[in-house]
Nanobody, 115 residues
Framework: QVQLVESGGGLVQAGGSLRLSCAAS????????MGWYRQAPGKQRELVAA???????SYADSVKGRFTISRDNAKNTLYLQMNSLKPEDTAVYYC?????????WGQGTQVTVSS
């Protein structure tokens, strides 16, 4: 079992930056894949950024060039660096990891970008 705890959300002005963290209760070395998702009010949850076990990354078109996903294996932590934030980035952000055949989700952290 893996437990995930997110932090780093908050209120920021457009153009600002935030770094989200997702701390895992166990080692992330054996995790197959990990990612950050977001869900805005009235919208479906969408994938924002993903990282495979080998380190390859992918991003939604809407965040390419602005967001960066990374991980620190020693700290068992996944990060999402968000720069040049826009009001449309406002959402609850969730981290997800896949371990074997199971997926685990964090509780979510609110990001609000004011114009």
């Amino acid at each position: 079992q893996v437990q995930l705890v997110e932090s780093g959300g908050g209120l920021v002005q457009a153009g600002g930056s935030l770094r989200l963290s997702c701390a895992a209760s166990g080692s992330i070395l054996s995790i197959n894949a990990m990612g950050w998702y977001r869900q805005a009010p009235g919208k479906q949850r969408e994938l924002v950024a993903a990282m495979a076990s080998g380190g390859s990354t992918s991003y939604a078109d809407s965040v390419k060039g602005r967001f960066t996903i990374s991980r620190d294996n020693a700290k068992n932590t996944l990060y999402l660096q968000m720069n040049s934030l826009k009001p449309e980035d406002t959402a609850v952000y969730y981290c997800k990891v896949v371990l074997g055949a199971r997926a685990y989700w964090g509780q979510g952290t609110q990001v609000t970008v004011s114009s």
